[in-house]
Every structure is written in C-alpha cells, then in structure tokens.
C-alpha cells in the first residue's frame, strides 16, 4: 500500500508498505543486476550505505543459476541474504537489447541466451513465473522497449501488444500469488508506460493502464537515445494521467540532475547503473559534481573523497591510496568507488524527502544543482 505523506507542487512525499519492510520515498534503488552490486559489493555493505530498496535482473537470473535452482534455495532474499524490498524487473529489456536473433509474437519472443546461444521464450506469464520464483517484492510487468527513434506505426502497434501483455502479466500473478508454493504471495505488480517520444500515444497508454488498479506505475522506454530535454517533456506530459496515490517509477534514470527534475514532475522511484558503473572507472560524485581520480593531480592527495561525507569510504581512505588502488587494478579500488557513489545517491535522496518533508524541495534542488555545476578539487 502507497501512502501519500506530501506534495510540494508535483513532487511526491511518500512511503510504499511492503511485505519486506517500508520504502520512504524518494528512493533510488541499488542496481544488483545478478543479485550482487558489481564492485564486489557485499549485502552487509547496502545496509551501512542506506540502501533502501536492491533491483535485479529476471532475465539474467533466468539464464543464470536459474530462477527455479533460486526458488529452491528460498526465494532470491534468502539467496543473497537481503531482508529488504527488491524489485525485479522483468527481463524485457534485456530480451530487446541483449538477446541475440529474436522474434517477437504476440504469445512473447523467442530469442538466443546472450550466455550461451541456447533459444528461449520469454512472454508475460513466462516472466510472472520467474519472478514469482524469485520471490521479489515488486514485480514489473513484460513489455517491449520500443527504440526511442521508432517511426510512429511501429510504436502505436508495439504500444497496443504491451498493454494485451500487461493484462496477462496482471491475471498471471493473481495466479500465482494464490498458488500454495508460492514464496510471497504477496508480490506487487508495477505496469509501464511506453510510446518512445510521442506525447498522445504516451497519454493515451497511461490512460489505459492507469484503470487497471496496478501497485505502481513506471515510465519505461527514456533515457535510451533521446535528449534530457525529451524526456523532461515526456514526464510534464505522462505524469499527470497516472495515478498521484500510487508510486511513479521512471526506469533507468539517472544522473543527479536528472533525478532532481524527475523528482520535480512526481517521480518517486528511480534506478541506474551510473554510480556503480562510473565508480568502476574512478569516476566519482560529490556535491561539486563529478571527480576522476585518475588524474594525475590526486597522487599526492591525502583527503577523503569528499570532506564531510560519512561514507565508510570517506571515513577511512584517501583519494591518493584510492587512485594507487585504481591504477594497481586491485578490487578493492573499484570496491570503494561504488561505496562511496552509492552512499552518494542514496544521501542525495534521504536529502530530498528531509526537504519535502520541510517544504523546501524547489530550493534545495537550487542549491544541489548550483553545486554541482560548481566544481572544487
């Protein structure tokens, strides 16, 4: 159940009851694609971090164990030994822009493992029946991603098969959610909206899925080719016709700035690889935007990552023994990048919902990205 604490213009204050605990949003969920953080990230580790909320992949869960060998083993919480929400997301994407030669039908799409090659087919109750035996908290309805350049008669026909699938994926988890083995009969479906970046086929979509009494709604299909200023467009269009007293997710997104803006237009669900992926490569966020400790100017550099933060990274480590770490290709570096970028993201996002809860969100958003534009070594 979503409670609707406060709003400030569009933006939303809320908190999402799960059977796996109480989500505040605000949040950004930690992207465990396998069921780890890449950057050897443990699960003790999200607990120190904040992490509210960990995504993995039903897909590559799929492919790899296997999500039958997971649901034998007791659900994905106790296989990564996380008692918090996860949501997974529904392996759609990943079919689209990682499987090898596909077919798309009406009853799903066939497709090669990106693994090993072997063919799969993968529909709306296929991926219910995965998810289900995951056992996540939030499960997301299979779609198909349409290329955000798609010409408009491919969309509109894309559009209209995503929606017959979501009303499958919807009576599939009823379903399964009342089958006696089922792990957490509990799991909640979000649905998504699609229509690349046509405003009424978008409009429309949400319209009708709105109607389908789903536990959240995502926007899906942004931040893969279009411009900031597109999908900044997008959400001023879409987000009104969703329901304000359910959670708004927008899938895949993104940089800081990016998740202010969302958050502005009444997104309060988002997650991104951008901080575990960046923190890699030594790319590191701090309030006066972005570092990369490669550079040579942090050799002899003996502060935290950013003075202040109360990240375990921060508390301990200096950029120069962390650059050593980098640059020698030893884990831990990487390790502690991810740390800290997490930390950052999800200190940025308890920052938002303490300035909601103030009502003061539009000038703290000022000052965060007057910051940020502001770089300091």
């Known amino acids: 159940m979503y409670k609707l604490l406060k709003t400030e213009g569009r933006a939303k204050r809320g908190e999402l009851h799960t059977v796996h605990g109480v ?20 699960t003790s580790d999200l607990e120190q971090i ?33 008692d918090k929400p996860i949501l997974t997301d529904s392996g759609g994407f990943q079919v689209f822009s990682l499987a090898g030669l596909r077919k798309i039908k009406e009853e799903g799409v066939y497709f090669n493992s990106h ?7 993968m529909g709306p109750e296929e991926s219910m029946q995965i998810q289900s035996n995951l056992a996540s908290t939030i499960a997301m309805a299979f779609d198909e991603c349409a290329p955000s350049k798609a010409d408009r008669k491919y969309v509109q026909a894309s559009v209209e098969r995503t929606t017959r699938w979501l009303e499958r994926c919807k009576r599939e988890m009823t379903r399964l959610n009342s089958l006696e083995d089922t792990i957490n009969p509990n799991q909640m479906l979000f649905g998504i909206n699609q229509g690349a970046i046509f405003d009424d086929i978008r409009v429309e979509h949400a319209k009708i899925i709105r109607d389908m009494d789903l536990d ?160 300091q070594d």
Request: aromatic share 10%.
């Open 115 to 121: 693994i090993d090659g072997r063919k799969i087919f």
């Open 50 to 82: 904040k992490t509210q909320v960990e995504l993995s992949n039903t897909y590559h869960l799929h492919v790899r164990p296997g999500d039958r060998v997971i649901k034998q083993l007791g659900g994905l919480h106790k296989f990564m030994s996380w």
């Open 216 to 375: 959240g709604y995502a926007v899906g299909g942004l931040a893969v080719g279009e411009s900031h200023e597109e999908m900044y467009h997008i959400l001023d269009e879409v987000v009104p016709y969703l329901p304000k007293e359910k959670p708004t997710y927008l899938m895949g997104v993104g940089t800081p700035a990016n998740i202010l803006e969302a958050v502005e237009r009444g997104v309060d669900f988002f997650d991104c690889v951008y901080p575990t992926r960046n923190g890699r490569h030594g790319h590191l966020y701090t309030n006066h935007g972005k570092i990369n400790l490669f550079n040579a100017k942090y050799e002899l550099d003996d502060r935290p990552i950013e003075e202040g933060c109360q990240c375990p990274v921060c508390r301990r480590y200096s950029r120069a023994y962390i650059r050593h770490l980098l640059k020698a290709k030893e884990m831990l570096g990487m390790r502690l990048c991810v740390l800290h970028n997490l930390y950052f993201y999800n200190t940025m996002m308890e920052e938002i919902r303490d300035a909601l809860d103030a009502g003061n969100f539009g000038a703290y958003k000022k000052h965060k990205l007057e910051n940020m534009a502001t770089p």
């Open 23 to 42: 989500i505040q949003t605000p949040v950004f969920m930690n992207v465990g694609t396998v069921a780890a953080i890449k950057g050897a990230v443990a």
